[in-house]
């Protein structure tokens, strides 16, 4: 029940700051690496992971969206804060502004 709160909470804080910052048209800074072999220098939009788990590094200034479809469809499973990693069994893709 903890967990859940805290995603939640961290979901609640990433849709805030996205419409708070609706100007913000610029790209996260910073690297986002998912495994196994993708580094994005300053993502943004949607990155779809090319093995299962989704391993992912979130060394950004932004939040990045996990979701369990491809092409950023389907439920968010994960919000991952700037500095934090995720290994995800049914993450397909990531979403970073």
Same mark, same amino acid.
């Given at each position: 029940?903890?967990?859940?709160?805290?995603?939640?909470?961290?979901?609640?804080?990433?849709?805030?700051?996205?419409?708070?910052?609706?100007?913000?048209?610029?790209?996260?800074?910073?690297?986002?690496?998912?495994?196994?072999? +993708?580094?994005?220098?300053?993502?943004?939009?949607?990155?779809?992971? +090319?093995?299962?788990?989704?391993?992912?590094?979130?060394?950004?200034?932004?939040?990045?969206?996990?979701?369990?479809?491809?092409?950023?469809?389907? +439920?968010?499973?994960?919000?991952?804060?700037?500095?934090?990693?995720?290994?995800?069994?049914?993450?397909?893709?990531?979403?970073?502004?």
């Amino acid at each position: 029940m903890r967990r859940l709160a805290t995603v939640l909470g961290t979901l609640a804080t990433a849709a805030t700051m996205a419409l708070a910052l609706p100007d913000a048209a610029s790209a996260a800074t910073g690297t986002l690496f998912i495994a196994p072999n +993708q580094s994005i220098e300053n993502p943004s939009g949607c990155y779809n992971a +090319q093995i299962f788990p989704l391993i992912l590094r979130n060394e950004t200034n932004d939040y990045a969206l996990v979701y369990d479809g491809s092409n950023c469809t389907g +439920q968010v499973i994960v919000v991952v804060p700037p500095g934090g990693s995720t290994t995800q069994k049914f993450g397909q893709s990531v979403y970073i502004a």
